[in-house]
């Protein structure tokens, strides 16, 4: 059983996902430090993602902050890319975007792998977003990539 100290440090930890950090300039992001993070090939309903997995708080906290369009933009074989949070237990997360330049979407996944809901976040824009429901995973994509590959709410992601 955690302690309330535990799960409150967690859910501040969650509400900083893809958001908090350094690392931009004046001008705009210098590129996020995606080198830490494994990299999963993941399916959102029969649809291949090229995903960087952040399943520790550390990670979580650092999202894909000053991510560049450049770092977000497909694969050479067209294999979209984003960034799956994999939490421990199922929980409500906020997401917001600090520091991060790139509009996305945001799909809140339960633990049997269906996607709650969906929502587009903009550019550095720092409102709370949180689920409407306990989730295990949230999954974040370059704005449009969920439509463009006809992925909603109901259907089903997978690690492998």
Aim: aromatic fraction near 6%; charged fraction near 15%.
């Amino acid at each position: 059983m955690r302690s309330a100290a535990a799960v409150f440090l967690l859910a501040l930890s969650l509400t900083l996902a893809a958001c908090g950090g350094g690392g931009s300039g004046p001008s705009g992001p210098t590129g996020a430090n995606l080198s830490l993070f494994a990299v999963e090939t993941i399916s959102a309903d029969g649809n291949a993602i090229a995903a960087w997995i952040a399943d520790t708080p550390a990670l979580q906290s650092q999202g894909l902050m000053n991510a560049t369009p450049e770092q977000l933009a497909p694969l050479g074989d067209g294999t979209p890319r984003g960034m799956l949070f994999v939490f421990a237990t199922d929980l409500v997360p906020s997401f917001w975007m600090r520091d991060t330049y790139v509009p996305l979407d945001l799909a809140y996944i339960r633990s049997d792998g269906t996607i709650a809901e969906i929502h587009a976040l903009a550019p550095l824009d720092e409102t709370l977003v949180p689920a409407g429901e306990p989730v295990r995973m949230a999954l974040e994509v370059p704005a449009g990539t969920l439509s463009t590959l006809g992925v909603g709410v109901g259907d089903l992601v997978l690690r492998p």
